[in-house]
């Protein structure tokens, strides 16, 4: 094992938090406003577990573009964006993130998964234990249960918006709110 810090791995499904954000929570395409900020994603993963990270962004390119500005602000605020290809019914994210996350399994380091999606259950599953912190960024109302359920057995949630701060607005969610974290003015 070499002398070097340890890495958390940060894995973006971009396009399940956007269809999330955008189907459940705001019922219509977000705003540039209401757009997650991912660079506060890597400084919660460096801040959260105090080491090095390694972002990675999945992208669908099975059109054969990609989103330039996009891909080329992912890259400046310091993640390497892994635009995928296949056929029309290869669901492209999910099979490149599961074979990084298959690939993890052997190598030190941490994980952190942005995906509500329940297909990585059995992927995140294998990587806990072992001393290996592993876990979740995501809307907790809408995360599958089949991912939520490994809580149990060492799966850290971290909640985009309330504990990531990844958003410049207060999204109109209605969720579950910890007595903890309830302030009253802002029904009022």
Do not use: C
């Not at 791995?9 to 956007?18: R, S, T």
């Not at 994603?41 to 962004?57: N, S």
């Not at 390497?80 to 690939?103: F, H, M, N």
């Not at 190598?107 to 294998?126: I, K, M, Q, T």
Request: net charge negative.
């Amino acid at each position: 094992m070499s002398d070097s810090p340890r890495t958390t791995y940060v894995l973006v499904d971009g396009e399940n938090i956007d269809a999330t954000l955008g189907s459940a929570i705001l019922n219509g395409r977000p705003s540039p406003d209401q757009r997650p900020r991912w660079e506060r994603v890597l400084d919660f993963a460096q801040r959260t577990w105090d080491q090095p990270v390694k972002g990675l962004f999945f992208l669908n390119a099975s059109s054969g573009t990609m989103p330039m500005s996009f891909v080329q602000a992912l890259m400046a605020i310091g993640y390497q964006p892994i635009p995928l290809s296949g056929e029309s019914y290869e669901k492209v994210v999910d099979i490149g993130i599961q074979r990084t996350l298959a690939a993890l399994v052997d190598r030190p380091g941490d994980v952190l998964l942005a995906s509500h999606d329940g297909d990585f259950a059995a992927d995140v599953e294998r990587l806990l234990g072992d001393g290996r912190r592993v876990g979740l960024l995501a809307f907790r109302e809408f995360t599958s249960s089949s991912l939520t359920q490994l809580a149990d057995r060492g799966l850290s949630l971290f909640d985009l918006e309330g504990e990531v701060k990844a958003f410049n607005v207060q999204l109109p969610r209605l969720r579950i709110i910890p007595l903890t974290e309830f302030d009253p003015l802002r029904y009022l």
